[in-house]
């Protein structure tokens, strides 16, 4: 199992321009998220997908939109990038929280984006 | 709103010695708590949590927490660390969204610098 893949690995961008980071899980879980880490800040999320066909805001949704594709795929879409949204990009999967407590989310490896 | 401190942004441990890092909550309910590593270009993997039941919790790697609930707190501790221990550590309080999946609010980190 791979786990949860994230693409690409890094971008570049200018201001401006649009891009949609990828994110896949092969667990078979419900839920899906999005964060973004930069230095001195954690993590923070961006949006979250609790099932398939739902989606919410988390703490920073501001110049994001998201797209749950099926279960298994979660994307983000920057339409107009800024400089401020030069970050790491991690998405995440988790199941349901279940009676015997909360379930871990599991993470992808990132992406590293520069908006110039 | 829920919150989570981590005090130390940086501890230099020497390789053997002994580690504690710090983690205090704010949530007005019952927490479930989380302790995750970062390597360099990673994502995070968890190394413990804890949810109820014995306040003590033991992890991967050798790691241990201990649920504090009169202190708020959530420190990870590690009798004798490892140069493979170097990484960044989050603490993190898990919370259920009104969907019914988990929801993380992060920490900002403790860089973990380990010297022979």
């Known amino acids: 199992n791979a786990g949860v893949t994230q693409t690409p690995k890094f971008q570049v961008l200018k201001t401006g321009q649009s891009m949609t980071l990828q994110c896949a899980q092969d667990m078979n879980h419900n839920s899906m998220y999005w964060y973004r880490q930069d230095p001195g800040m954690g993590l923070r999320l961006i949006y979250y997908s609790a099932s398939e066909g739902t989606t919410d805001k988390g703490e920073v949704p501001n110049g994001y939109n998201v797209s749950r594709l099926n279960k298994r795929e979660f994307s983000l879409r920057l339409e107009s990038a800024a400089p401020s949204q030069t970050s790491v990009y991690f998405c995440?999967?988790?199941?349901?929280?279940?009676?015997?407590?909360?379930?871990?989310?599991?993470f992808g490896p990132g992406t590293r984006l520069t908006v110039l | 709103a829920q919150s989570v401190t981590q005090p130390d942004i940086h501890i230099t441990v020497s390789e053997g010695a002994s580690l504690e890092l710090r983690c205090n909550y704010s949530?007005?309910?019952?927490?479930?708590l989380f302790w995750y590593v970062q390597s360099p270009g990673q994502g995070l993997q968890l190394l413990l949590k804890y949810f109820s039941g014995d306040t003590l919790v033991q992890g991967i790697k050798g790691f241990e927490a201990e649920f504090k609930r009169s202190q708020s707190s959530f420190n990870l501790r590690k009798p004798s660390v490892h140069w493979s221990d170097a990484a960044e550590y989050f603490c993190a309080v898990g919370f259920l969204s009104n969907f019914g999946n988990e929801k993380l609010t992060f920490g900002t980190g403790t860089r973990l610098t380990i010297i022979p």
């Open positions: 949530y007005g309910a019952t927490p479930y």
């Open positions: 995440a999967s988790s199941e349901v929280r279940l009676a015997g407590g909360p379930n871990e989310q599991f």
